[in-house]
């Protein structure tokens, strides 16, 4: 079993909806949780991160963490076609980062 | 703007033949990361260095070594370069003194062709 799962998609979506990216986790130890966003061909662009349970909210971004479930997630709202991109959830524990595989995500126009 | 830089973006080697992937960062951050990442899968550290300290990962391949002569710098050199390392490599950095450790800045990535 994988430390991190995140479903591959491809997911695709219209113009101004709003998107939900999940991952999940077995290791209680993860300290910090993280969102990253990779375009194709480019290095991946740290979005969010967070420590504890809960929300956090950075424009048409929200990052929830459930650490009781072991369950984080990233909405988007109002999806733009510039949000097309993988995006990455990570976790860490003593400095290092484990990254789940990468959502491809498709805003249509 | 304070960034990471990687070089080449593409490199172009044959079976066998070394060769070396350069990361620069005006970031001034002690710790400096190699990744590996293959299409459509995770980033995978690969080591790090913490200041001039390094930190192998434990399945990291011998074929692999990194180099930091200076903060700004650093290399990956593949001594030996099978098809199986045809791959995305990336260029992260963190500052201990900055906010959380795991806080990390990536640069675009050298895409790396074996021949």
């Known amino acids: 079993q994988k430390e991190v799962e995140q479903d591959p998609g491809p997911l695709s979506v219209p113009e101004g909806a709003i998107v939900s990216l999940n991952c999940t986790y077995s290791?209680?130890?993860?300290?910090?949780f993280m969102w990253y966003r990779q375009y194709s061909r480019k290095g991946p662009e740290l979005l969010m991160y967070t420590y504890s349970s809960g929300n956090k909210e950075d424009g048409r971004f929200t990052a929830q963490v459930d650490k009781s479930s072991k369950y984080i997630s990233l909405f988007i709202r109002d999806s733009q076609p510039s949000d097309s991109a993988t995006y990455l959830c990570?976790?860490?524990?003593?400095?290092?980062?484990?990254f789940g595989q990468g959502t491809e995500l498709s805003v249509k126009p | 703007d304070a960034m990471v830089i990687q070089n080449p973006r593409y490199q172009v080697t044959q079976f066998g033949k070394p060769v070396t992937l350069s990361c620069s960062q005006t970031?001034?951050?002690?710790?400096m990361y190699w990744y590996q990442q293959k299409s459509s899968q995770a980033p995978k550290l690969l080591f790090h260095y913490y200041d001039k300290d390094f930190n192998n990962e434990a399945d990291t391949p011998d074929n692999f070594q990194s180099r930091r002569p200076n903060t700004s710098f650093c290399f990956l050199d593949i001594r030996s370069p099978g098809l199986g390392d045809a791959a995305m490599y990336l260029c992260a950095t963190s500052n201990l003194a900055g906010g959380p450790l795991e806080t990390q800045y990536f640069g675009p990535g050298t895409r790396l062709l074996v021949l």
């Open positions: 990570a976790m860490s524990q003593g400095g290092k980062l484990i």
């Open positions: 970031l001034n951050h002690n710790v």
């Open positions: 290791n209680s130890a993860f300290q910090y």
